[in-house]
């Protein structure tokens, strides 16, 4: 794989212009070192281009655009691209330019790339049609991800907005409930209502939980802590059933009390201790962030205050309808039925778009990977899983598409085991077909379908099974030559095997693999894996490193093919001269018999 440096395949430059240029409704898109781009209305750049946020926070950020714009004096600009598709340089980029720029970028307060350092950072150059099958496939699986994005998003809103029309519908009391007589009453009736702390906090590192705004959607994971000191002058401390309420900036949004501990709580949230003898906690929850309840804070809140707010004894002020105790109740786990579904794909639709964006970014890394060093990335530790070895199937096949052969280790495809421990004492004449190592030097070659010997029912079950198109290797011989000798088991029949072996269970073509083993790339391999002095012997595990060109299954079957013919020629050929011999030495011996029968002739 060729590598070049980045400043040979592109110009690159920077903007001209300050940050504080941009207008709000510019012509033209103007690049900073934000994600996003401003508008601006005048350009300096009218070509296909990939903008790189050159300091702060976003540096290393990637943008690409085709047509006129312009740019910041730290963001720097690559064009007039040579040897490489921008596609695929975009892409590649997006896997190794920011590490690059962390490693080599200059330490500050402030991080920054140097134009030398972007010139200097090297691109691994496939042939174009290489490349360009990568840019198909990587902008597949942004498009796929795209789409799915917005798919479960929209999902999740849908079912959003139907667990809140069946609340609001519940709530409100309509026609369509008939839920017996219901009555209001002022919150203040109803509930003791507190507010935090107006201290400003002296955070810690430990201690008692801290809770504002920011956290009232999970109360029990907050990252803020106060002195225990601070805590105890506390007036009012949380306990179970109490309901926390915002009441500045976003109004109205609650979390229940459920557990016996300490709370630290700001002013920015109202404490609401309901009488649980006349107002379920859960139903006063589900009412204040209704449309009803919505309705009542809104005329109480102070719209114009910044932030916006209201203020304790206005919450007080708001009205509650509610039904009998029983009601609210059944209402209640209603609603957090509907609130659990919610909850479940509020949590598992952005999984699931996390997820796929994580497996693009493996293929894509993968892929890349493999254009920079031919190598097919490290399995993970899950590797035993379906699922896992499914996804590493799917990555060898992807590498062998784009690539055609893919170099792989034995551990990727393959499991070794041992051999068993039965001898040739225990042959027998019919049972269990076995194969025992020494046959793999005196009889077997690439593959074989029949044994050669059998054991009895009782000693197979103390060995190991070789099953269909398994790799029988022996890895024990007095000399290098002859260790690793194999065969392929293509027979019907699950076969038992004997010790000194290794046992390969893969899922490519047992024939190709074992025409591999017999060539002289795998002879340099064993070479080095080899011990021993009268005995040579290969540790099966040791195998797992051996490195295998593998083409596709397609391929792999074809050249099988290909060999195959070979095979049966030479092996007609051996056959064949020593046929031919024989009766060329018989016809010699018919014309010698001739010509050495002097008779006498007849008169």
């Known amino acids: ?33 934000d994600k996003l781009p401003f508008r601006i209305n005048k350009y300096a750049f009218n070509t296909s281009a990939i903008l790189i946020s050159g300091n702060g926070s976003q540096v290393g950020h990637l943008n690409s655009y085709e047509g006129k714009f312009n740019a910041y004096q730290r963001t720097y600009v690559l064009y007039e691209f040579k040897f490489v598709e921008k596609q695929y340089l975009l892409h590649y980029m997006r896997s190794y330019l920011k590490p690059y720029i962390i490693l080599n970028c200059k330490k500050g307060s402030v991080p920054y790339i140097t134009l030398p350092m972007l010139e200097n950072f090297k ?10 099958e990568i840019v198909r496939i990587l902008d597949s699986f942004t498009e796929l991800t795209a789409e799915l994005t917005a798919e479960l998003t929209a999902e999740l809103t849908a079912r959003k907005k139907q667990y809140e029309f069946y609340r609001d519908e519940l709530l409100s009391f309509g026609e369509i409930i008939k839920g017996g007589s219901t009555q209001s009453s002022k919150l203040c009736e109803i509930a003791l209502i507190y507010d935090g702390t107006h201290k400003t906090p002296n955070y810690k590192n430990s201690g008692i939980p801290f809770i ?77 962030e ?14 114009n205050a910044v932030p916006i707010k209201i203020n304790k004894e206005d919450i007080g002020k708001i009205k509650i309808t509610y039904p009998s105790l029983d009601i609210q109740k059944k209402i209640a786990s209603t609603l957090d039925n509907f609130d659990a579904i919610c909850s479940d794909l509020n949590i598992g639709l952005p999984a699931e778009i996390e997820a796929r964006q994580k497996q693009y970014e493996y293929y894509r890394d993968a892929l890349l990977t493999y254009a920079a060093t031919g190598k097919i990335i490290p399995r993970q530790t899950d590797r035993q899983t379906d699922r896992q070895t499914d996804k590493y199937d799917a990555l060898i096949k992807l590498c062998q598409y784009v690539f055609d052969v893919v170099f792989v280790k034995l551990s990727d495809i393959a499991t070794i085991t041992r051999g068993g421990n039965f001898q040739k004492k225990d ?5 269990v077909p076995c194969i025992h190592y020494g046959q793999m030097y005196t009889h077997f070659g690439i593959y074989a379908t029949e044994p050669l010997k059998y054991i009895s029912e009782d000693v197979a079950k103390k060995s190991k099974i070789a ?50 083993f017999h060539t002289a790339m795998f002879f340099a391999q064993k070479k080095r894996l080899a011990h021993g002095t009268k005995v040579i012997e290969v540790t099966p595990n040791a195998l797992n490193d051996i490195i295998i060109p593998l083409p596709s299954l397609v391929e792999q079957k074809r050249i099988v093919g290909i060999l195959d013919r070979f095979d049966a020629l030479c092996h007609d050929i051996s056959t064949g001269l020593p046929a031919e011999i024989e009766a060329r030495q018989k016809q010699y011996e018919y014309y010698r018999d001739k010509l050495l029968n002097f008779k006498k002739l007849e008169k």
């Open 123 to 132: 691109i691994p150059i496939p042939p174009l049609p290489i490349q360009r």
């Open 290 to 303: 209704s449309v009803s309840g919505t309705k009542e804070l809104s005329k109480r809140t102070l719209h």
């Open 212 to 288: 504002s705004v920011e956290n009232i959607n999970d109360i029990y994971g907050s990252k803020k802590f106060i002195s225990k000191e601070d805590y105890d002058l506390y007036k009012i401390t949380p306990q179970i059933n109490d309901l926390f309420m915002t009441r500045i900036g976003s109004v109205g949004k609650c979390a229940i009390v459920t557990k016996n501990v300490d709370l630290a709580y700001y002013v920015s949230l109202a404490l609401i201790r309901p009488n649980n003898k006349i107002i379920d906690t859960g139903y006063l929850k589900y009412y204040i």
């Open 467 to 516: 099953v269909k198109n398994d790799i029988v290797m022996a890895v024990t011989s007095e000399n290098v030559e002859d260790v690793c000798k194999c065969t392929a088991w293509l027979g019907n029949e699950n076969i038992a095997v004997s010790g000194h072996t290794a046992i390969i269970h893969h899922n490519q073509n047992a024939k190709y693999l074992s025409y591999y």
């Open 1 to 33: 794989m060729e590598y070049k440096e980045l400043g040979e395949i592109c110009e690159i430059t920077t903007g001209k212009l300050n940050a504080n240029e941009k207008i709000d409704d510019g012509l033209y898109p103007f690049f900073t070192c």
């Open 427 to 431: 042959f027998i004449d019919t049972g």
